[in-house]
Antibody, heavy 125, light 109 residues
Framework: QVQLQQWGAGLLKPSETLSLTCAVY????????WSWIRQPPGKGLEWIGE???????NYNPSLKSRVTISVDTSKNQFSLKLSSVTAADTAVYYC???????????????????WGKGTTVTVSS | SSELTQDPAVSVALGQTVRITCQGD??????ASWYQQKPGQAPVLVIY???NRPSGIPDRFSGSSSGNTASLTITGAQAEDEADYYC????????????FGGGTKLTVL
């Protein structure tokens, strides 16, 4: 059973860099996208970005200028860095495993089947 | 980029059937995946692909799709189904982005 364990600093000051890491236990690292998602207090889910085992990344265009997602396949870990944080970046941050492929009748599928427990990050002076 | 639209809130009487919908252009190419989130917990995948349930998800949860609309149906809603539900897919415009719907708060009366 695949599990994701995430950690990182929970309290930041404005302008600092958020740094979180997610470790993958019990499964293959290849063949999936490894994603970061956040949820501001009382709001919905927002996709931050993803990386695959070879290091190919996709980022939410609204955050792209500040986000870096990296992978360490030797440790089965992937990481998120978000620079120049403000109070608007206060949220619960989740890591997740995503699978994608082609289904029937030219339809594709994409889903996130394993999630970390979440890390609460607060940005406050 | 693509967006996914959900009704903010839906209610259902205990034991009755409820449908939660998700609309978006990406759903013409991608099956929606559906997530249940209870307060203070991480989201849990409940439906993926054409109509697949992960292990441990009750069979009262089902999914369907038509055109640009995907639906999550709960047949015989239980009190423990009260939660927020989110749909999700890859953006089909070729930019490889991922989108979530705004979420639907399900109340079981």
């Amino acid at each position: 059973q695949v599990q994701l364990q995430q950690w990182g600093a929970g309290l930041l000051k404005p302008s600092e860099t958020l740094s979180l890491t997610c470790a993958v236990y019990g499964g293959s690292f290849s063949g999936y996208y490894w994603s970061w998602i956040r949820q501001p207090p009382g709001k919905g889910l927002e996709w931050i970005g993803e990386i695959n085992h070879s290091g190919s990344t996709n980022y939410n265009p609204s955050l792209k200028s500040r986000v870096t997602i990296s992978v360490d396949t030797s440790k089965n870990q992937f990481s998120l860095k978000l620079s120049s944080v403000t109070a608007a970046d206060t949220a619960v941050y989740y890591c997740a495993r995503a699978a994608e492929g082609s289904g029937s009748y030219f339809y594709y599928y994409y889903y996130m089947d394993v999630w970390g427990k979440g890390t609460t990050v607060t940005v406050s002076s | 980029s693509s967006e996914l639209t959900q009704d903010p809130a839906v209610s259902v009487a205990l034991g009755q059937t409820v449908r939660i919908t998700c609309q978006g252009d990406s759903l013409r190419s991608y099956y929606a995946s559906w997530y249940q989130q209870k307060p203070g917990q991480a989201p849990v995948l409940v439906i993926y692909g054409k109509n697949n349930r992960p292990s441990g998800i009750p069979d009262r949860f089902s999914g369907s799709s038509s055109g640009n609309t995907a639906s999550l149906t709960i047949t015989g809603a239980q009190a423990e189904d009260e939660a927020d539900y989110y749909c999700n897919s890859r953006d089909s415009s070729g930019n490889h982005h991922v989108v979530f719907g705004g979420g639907t708060k399900l109340t079981v009366l």
